[in-house]
């Protein structure tokens, strides 16, 4: 096997990803109904993120609190375990004639990007799914028994067409994991500097929540519209024409505040999420032998 293709990275994301999606599914669940709630949909219409927490809790109770959580496990774990394999094994090889010499500002991004348009190929219709299921308002009914009968269904409705719906904006949310790791690698290197060792050296956990967690807040606040507007494309209970018309349309109704919907909860729910995520991550990396893969 290549030297490129370490299969650890793919191992230790899957890890990192359905780790930290079990413990904060719920955050995940609200931040997705608090965005689309634009007021003129047929939907249950919250005043606040702790409006719509009690109103999930009073009917449903905690299961209805991890409503889509089986496609977000799915999704999450092989989104993060497919970027960390594609992003490591791009660097790898950007970096073969001297790997002591860190990649460019440049080549961090086109590896962020890359990596994230070649995973998203893979795994937008679980994110529908998740969408769709995460988006069952217990007033209606379930509409889908699981992930399997929503990207059946919706690939019934539409063709393969149906299953990559909100991909466009997906593709501009690259940037998003372009910025994280960039920032991310930038203050691994800088920590590993002034502490005198190895860039692959095992962390302090204190270093890995504040460089994850830095990391995170740069580049979801700076990248959160795309996923308003690629949740409203891929929601159930109202049709767009597509990418000009759901930006659009929320311009029209809501104004710049209607693409930070939701930012509140999603920055309270991606925070820790990557702090454990990345934890997890690096901490297998450095304890899985090199057998193992």
């Known amino acids: 096997m290549s030297a490129h293709f370490n299969y650890k990275h793919f191992v230790s994301g899957v890890a990192g990803g359905v780790t930290s999606t079990c413990i ?14 634009d007021g003129l949909a047929v939907r249950p219409q919250y005043s606040s993120m702790w409006d719509l927490t009690k109103s999930v809790w009073k009917k449903n109770g905690f299961q209805g609190l991890y409503s889509g959580v089986i496609p977000n496990i799915i999704g999450s774990g092989m989104s993060w375990g497919l970027y960390f394999f594609f992003y490591n094994a791009l660097k790898s090889k950007l970096t073969r004639k001297d790997p002591t010499q ?75 994991g372009a910025v994280q790791f960039l920032v991310y ?28 967690a830095v990391s995170k807040l740069i580049a979801a606040s ?50 820790p999420a990557c702090c454990i995520t990345f934890y997890t991550y690096e901490m297998m990396m450095y304890y899985l032998p090199a057998s193992y893969i």
Not at 28 to 33: A, F, G, N, S, V
Not at 132 to 143: D, F, N, P, S
Not at 188 to 209: P, Q
Request: glycine share 8%.
């Open 102 to 176: 860190p990649p460019t500002v440049a080549q961090y991004l086109a590896c962020g990007v890359a990596s994230g348009s070649l995973t998203l190929l893979c795994t937008n219709p679980i994110w529908i799914a998740k969408t769709r299921l995460c988006l069952q308002y217990e007033a209606h009914g379930a509409t889908y028994k699981g992930m399997l009968n929503a990207i059946t269904d919706l690939y019934k409705q539409n063709g393969i067409r149906g299953l990559y719906k909100g991909f466009a904006p997906g593709l501009l949310g690259t940037s998003h």
């Open 222 to 271: 700076s990248t959160y519209p795309y996923q308003v507007i690629r949740s409203r494309l891929q929601e159930q209970h109202r049709t767009y024409r597509g990418l000009r018309h759901v930006i659009s349309s929320t311009w029209r109704n809501e104004g710049w505040k209607g693409f930070y919907k939701g930012l509140g909860a999603n920055l309270l729910r991606v925070i």
């Open 24 to 37: 904060l599914h719920p955050l995940d669940l609200i931040k997705i109904r608090f965005s689309v709630n």
């Open 185 to 212: 690698e930038k203050l691994k290197l800088w920590n590993a500097k002034r502490k005198n060792v190895s860039a692959e050296a095992k962390m302090a956990t204190f270093d890995v929540i504040a460089m994850s």
